[in-house]
């Protein structure tokens, strides 16, 4: 079986550079063969595994005749775009700092729909989740506050985060973030169970919401309310920030999680030793998770 391919030299730094490196669909269809299935492919309708499978557009499983494609299962399936745009879009959004609207993207691909631009990004932040799926461990802050979305959008949104503290320097490590409409003890729960490991020790405020952890699971240490908060205090604000420098104010609440996301993918992946490890982090979630459509992301019309 052929090696998995890697990116040539070093890994391209402009969008000119990965442009030239995924000059042609072939190169972009066998350098994601490789990369959904390192180890042969894989048939994702009966797990058949065969190893001297080669790349092709549409493949036919050697076991149970079911015909699939790279795209099948994951967020570019269906695509009628060429894969060596996702592929740039993958790249741009991993490589550069800060963040990017549905305008750049559409203004990049040079695409004449923005609901097709502001979808595809939509689906890669939904990627971005699904790729940084570690939960903080060890020491974690927990704590909420709120932001204001701008714009339109009036009244603000609760935000419940985590924050790791990396000892003994105390700098914040891995964060997640969700919004939440009452603040109580199932919220915690729930939150936890999602994005922190068990085992963890736990600095919480004194809010009762806070005070029902399981203590079989979770060490809780409840810190004075202005010791507590600041650290997560300054991490959602961070988060209003860039919402509002960004995205000036265009985002609907039922999509915040999605940018919630995004911010947490952004401010965790910059642990990673460089660009290309990002690249490939976001690449991974891109792979595995399935794709939705544009009616099924919004019942209303595309808001960045």
């Not at 919480?204 to 979770?218: C, F, K, L, W």
Request: charged share 20%.
């Amino acid at each position: 079986m052929q090696a998995t391919p890697t990116l040539r030299n070093r890994f391209p730094q402009t969008v000119e550079e990965f442009r030239k490196e995924f000059h042609s669909e072939t190169i972009s269809q066998h350098f994601l063969f490789y990369k959904r299935w390192p180890r042969g492919f894989e048939c994702p309708y009966c797990n058949w595994v065969n190893e001297e499978q080669q790349p092709a557009k549409t493949i036919i499983c050697s076991h149970c005749g079911h015909p699939t494609s790279i795209t099948t299962n994951t967020i570019m399936h269906g695509t009628k775009k060429p894969l060596s745009e996702w592929l740039v879009s993958i790249w741009w959004l991993a490589s550069t700092d800060g963040g990017h609207s549905a305008k750049d993207l559409q203004r990049l691909l040079q695409l004449s729909s923005y609901q097709t631009a502001w979808t595809w990004l939509q689906k890669l932040r939904m990627a971005m989740a699904v790729a940084d799926n570690k939960p903080c461990r060890g020491t974690v802050e927990l704590c909420d506050s709120t932001i204001s979305l701008g714009g339109d959008n009036r009244g603000e949104e609760h935000i419940l985060a985590a924050a790791e503290i990396i000892m003994p320097s105390g700098i914040t490590g891995r964060i997640k973030m969700q919004p939440f409409n009452d603040l109580s003890n199932d919220t915690v729960t729930h939150f936890l169970a999602k994005h922190v490991a068990t085992g963890s020790s736990l600095v919480v405020p004194e809010n009762i919401a806070y005070q029902g952890i399981d203590r079989n699971s979770y060490i809780t240490v409840t810190g004075s309310e202005s010791a507590t908060t600041f650290r997560i205090e300054q991490i959602i604000a961070s988060f209003e920030l860039w919402l509002h420098k960004i995205h000036r104010g265009g985002v609907a609440n039922k999509h915040l999680q999605l940018y919630l996301d995004e911010f947490c993918f952004r401010s965790n992946s910059a642990m990673l030793s460089d660009s290309e490890a990002v690249f490939n982090l976001l690449l991974s979630g891109v792979l595995a998770q399935k794709s939705r459509s544009y009616k099924n992301l919004t019942s209303t019309s595309a808001t960045e």
